[in-house]
């Protein structure tokens, strides 16, 4: 079976750090692969998708970037947080068939301060 | 463009009560719909879905059913229990394309002992 894994689970950081989160799928090969932001009190606001390596779309422009490195690996980063980068991120993945629907991780709770 | 528009949160009510949190979308064509639920803290779980039109998508008592003439896919439980408690992202998606996954902006869903 497939499962996802997106690490860490809550992370706080200075304005002005760099930021790594990083998101695995097992079970599946060549995975659509997704960011999503949830702001507090707020939807999900797709950041960043991916349809196969080094393929990065990106939904809104901003101080985050997203990268692809192996075909079950996308990792979110930053070069300098903002305090508006806190949030929720989710990872979640999809196979590209149809209409199936994506699979999200249990998330990290990003803190700036 | 694509839209999900859901019932204003948050919803309060008791344990046994009758649920409904309404969602309707807009669309140019026939997407598939979803209920997602995300219980606190935690990542987004798929709860059902429905793929055409007159479709009835069921789990955990819950059911919501794909209604086209009005555009909409209300969610529905007969008798809430606290651990329902959660927020519920209704959603869309379009076969063949990975970006176009639409959510609403989620209901909040408390449920008092």
């Known amino acids: 079976s497939q499962t996802i894994h997106q690490w860490p689970a809550t992370l706080v950081q200075p304005v002005g750090s760099p930021l790594s989160l990083e998101c695995t799928v097992e079970?599946?090969?060549?995975?659509?692969l997704y960011w999503y932001r949830q702001a507090a009190g707020r939807g999900l606001q797709l950041l960043f998708y991916?349809?196969?390596?080094?393929?990065i779309s990106s939904e809104v422009p901003q101080n985050l970037s997203a990268s692809r490195p192996q075909d079950r690996q996308f990792i979110l980063s930053s070069k300098k947080l903002l305090l508006s980068d806190s949030g929720f991120y989710l990872c979640?993945?999809?196979?590209?068939?149809?209409?199936?629907?994506?699979?999200f991780g249990n998330g990290t709770r990003l803190t700036v301060t | 463009g694509n839209s999900v528009t859901q019932m204003e949160g948050p919803v309060t009510l008791s344990e046994e009560a009758f649920l409904t949190i309404n969602c309707t979308y807009t669309?140019?064509?026939?997407?598939?719909l979803f209920w997602y639920v995300q219980y606190p803290g935690e990542g987004l779980q798929l709860l059902l879905k429905?793929?055409?039109?007159?479709d009835k998508g069921s789990n955990k008592g819950f059911e919501a059913t794909y209604r086209k003439e009005t555009t909409s896919f209300h969610l529905e439980k007969g008798s809430v229990q606290v651990s329902d408690s959660a927020v519920y992202f209704c959603?869309?998606?379009?076969?063949?394309?990975?970006?176009?996954?639409?959510f609403g902006s989620g209901t909040q869903l408390t449920v008092l002992p």
């Open positions: 979640a993945w999809s196979v590209d068939r149809g209409t199936t629907p994506l699979h």
């Open positions: 079970g599946t090969s060549n995975p659509n």
């Open positions: 991916s349809v196969g390596i080094g393929q």
């Open positions: 669309a140019t064509g026939y997407p598939s």
């Open positions: 429905a793929t055409k039109a007159d």
């Open positions: 959603a869309l998606i379009f076969s063949g394309s990975a970006r176009q996954l639409t």
